[in-house]
């Protein structure tokens, strides 16, 4: 079935460590995102992709990185840089650049944790 | 800027019973869209329904529907004969054009639903 898997579920980081949080789709959809979502709160946008080789960032990037080297392919890195990385992390992702009615898919989500 | 607001942090229905979650929004754009979409405690985010801006008519899916009134700027979600599997956060999301094609959404805080049996 057609879909967008993050992986893993659930990820556990020690102080000062790099983790990168997998996103995948197979719907040959354009544009990907990754978005951070705190408890009792929406969620904010931290890069986005529309194109291979091309992203941008959202409104809270800083102490993340992304890389858009396959279109279905779309790994968030969280840095060291990113002092409160406790959250939970969705990766979603639309049909084609342009079309406004189009809605995100998103994946499973992956929680991150301190140790 | 977009914002998005949804002042019903918790509600409760009985089962059977219809319930509306509030939404109201700010923009300056003339073209713009609103997206409800609901998150069990599963974690992954269902789009429901959608609703453009020059629409005439109200957006309904199944047993959603949109109550949209321009000039109130609001974009109210309606779900009717709810069900003890509507227990979930619901998100109201706006579409933001950000150039070159590109679409982000703002999202609201969230509206806890519990259904009651």
């Known amino acids: 079935d057609g879909g967008i898997t993050q992986s893993p579920k659930y990820l556990f980081r020690k102080e000062g460590q790099n983790v990168t949080l997998s996103c995948e789709q197979n719907?040959?959809?354009?544009?990907m995102y990754w978005y951070r979502q705190d408890p009792g709160q929406g969620l904010r946008l931290i890069y986005y992709s529309q194109i291979v080789n091309d992203f941008q960032k959202g409104d809270i990037a800083e102490g993340y990185s992304v890389s858009r080297e396959k279109k279905e392919s779309f790994p968030l890195t969280v840095t060291s840089a990113q002092k409160n990385p406790t959250a939970f992390y969705l990766c979603a992702s639309r049909p084609k650049a342009g079309q406004g009615n189009q809605p995100q898919h998103f994946g499973d989500g992956t929680r991150l944790s301190i140790l | 800027a977009q914002k998005i607001t949804q002042t019903q942090p918790g509600m409760f229905v009985q089962e059977k019973e219809a319930v509306t979650l509030d939404c109201t929004y700010d923009t300056s754009d003339q073209s713009y869209g609103l997206f409800w979409y609901k998150q069990p405690s599963s974690g992954e985010m269902i789009f429901l329904i959608y609703?453009?801006?020059?629409?005439?008519q109200n957006a309904t899916e199944g047993r959603y529907s949109l109550n949209f009134q321009k000039a109130r700027k609001s974009a109210n979600l309606v779900i009717s004969a709810s069900q003890l599997g509507d227990s979930a956060m619901y998100f109201c999301?706006?579409?933001?054009?950000?150039?070159?094609?590109?679409?982000?959404?703002?999202f609201g805080k969230g509206t806890k639903l519990s259904v009651i049996p």
């Open positions: 719907l040959n959809h354009d544009a």
């Open positions: 999301a706006m579409r933001a054009y950000s150039g070159a094609g590109s679409y982000q959404l703002t």
């Open positions: 609703q453009g801006s020059y629409d005439e």
